[in-house]
């Protein structure tokens, strides 16, 4: 199987929850569900990050996957074990899930999955429904027998916090994979990624997939904030991607509380920044920009979700004169 077929098959293996989930744009000029839901938070894409996944570079060229394998559902959800827990950082771990027969997760790109207890009892909202949320792991699509998540404990979190207690040997509940956006190699000349904290996830993953392809010719840029510099994930991915592609790849880190050392940018993502990095809105259809992270860096950058809709385009980049059509939010 070519690996054209192959991307096929797993965009097919996505499509049944897309059709449910789906946070894709709408078509060109068609109107955007108005104001921000209570469910917004669970396509934000923020809380966690499936580690090991550089090695996804290397592979990337030979990738063939056969989605038929999937232990994973889009229609169902499936306890997976936790098989062990791996400190990564003052709050984050790696928390290494088993997957049954050796199989693996052929997850698509660009896509998630949705994540809830396996005990009906253990994590509820206020209105006490199941708290449910999305997670993009960016481990080996063919990495068999294992599903890698790196979680970041957020203290407002209650399914990052729900993770953390977990024990090896407990199991956790997945459904998916839901398609997020339908990438495909060079549509844009330039794309920028805005991410904050632990929403660099399905960043991320689109990297590790677009700069393999020899054919790729599209720039993308990274602009990635975070509180401190020990905040900041994958950067040794990030800096060995910058080495690798410098002609198509770049990053720019932002702390908002900064060492004495730290000789970046700090602050939050602004306008000037924003400027400074990513090309401007009147390229129209020749540059993208891809904007996740916590609710309140996306309102500001790009204004509020609609629950699982795009919402009205907002914030910094509608200021720019960006437009609806130029901006995802994950």
């Known amino acids: 199987m070519s690996f054209l077929r192959a991307a096929a098959s797993s965009r097919q293996f996505a499509a049944r929850a897309a059709r449910r989930y789906s946070t894709a744009p709408p078509p060109p000029k068609a109107q955007q569900s108005k ?16 580690s090991g996944a550089y090695a996804y570079i290397s592979l990337r060229e030979n990738f063939n996957p056969t989605p038929k394998e999937s232990p994973l559902d889009p229609e169902n959800w499936k306890d997976f074990k936790l098989k062990k827990i791996v400190p990564y950082n003052h709050n984050t771990s790696e928390f290494v899930f088993e997957l049954p027969d050796n199989q693996a997760s052929w997850i698509p790109i660009t896509s998630c999955l949705l994540v809830k207890s396996s005990d009906p009892e253990a994590l509820k909202d206020a209105k006490g429904k199941p708290v449910i949320r999305p997670y993009t792991p960016t481990s080996l699509p063919d990495q068999k027998g294992e599903l890698t998540l790196l979680v970041k404990k957020y203290d407002e979190g209650k399914a990052s916090k729900h993770i953390h207690e977990l024990k090896e040997g407990d199991s956790l ?44 010719k599209t720039k993308f840029k990274l602009i990635f904030a975070n509180v401190t510099e020990a905040d900041i994930l994958l950067k040794e ?23 004495a050392t730290w000789t970046g940018p700090t602050g939050y993502v602004n306008a000037d920044i924003i400027k400074a990095h990513v090309g401007p809105a009147d390229l129209k259809e020749k540059v993208k920009i891809f904007v996740c992270g916590p609710p309140g860096q996306v309102a500001a950058a790009a204004g509020k979700k609609a629950g699982m809709k795009q919402g009205e385009l907002g914030g910094i980049l509608k200021e720019l004169g960006y437009t609806e059509e130029q901006v995802f939010k994950f």
């Open 173 to 216: 509940s997945f459904k998916g994979p839901i398609s997020k956006f339908p990438y495909k190699a060079n549509e844009f000349e330039e794309v920028a990624l805005i991410g904050g904290g632990s929403g660099i996830t399905p960043l991320y993953q689109l990297l590790t997939h677009a700069l393999p392809h020899r054919a790729n």
């Open 35 to 50: 104001g921000f839901s209570a469910t917004a938070p669970y396509f934000l894409g923020f809380g966690v990050i499936a």
């Open 237 to 259: 991915q990030f800096d060995e991607m910058k080495k690798k592609y410098p002609d198509t790849f770049d990053v720019v880190y932002l702390v908002d509380k900064p060492s």
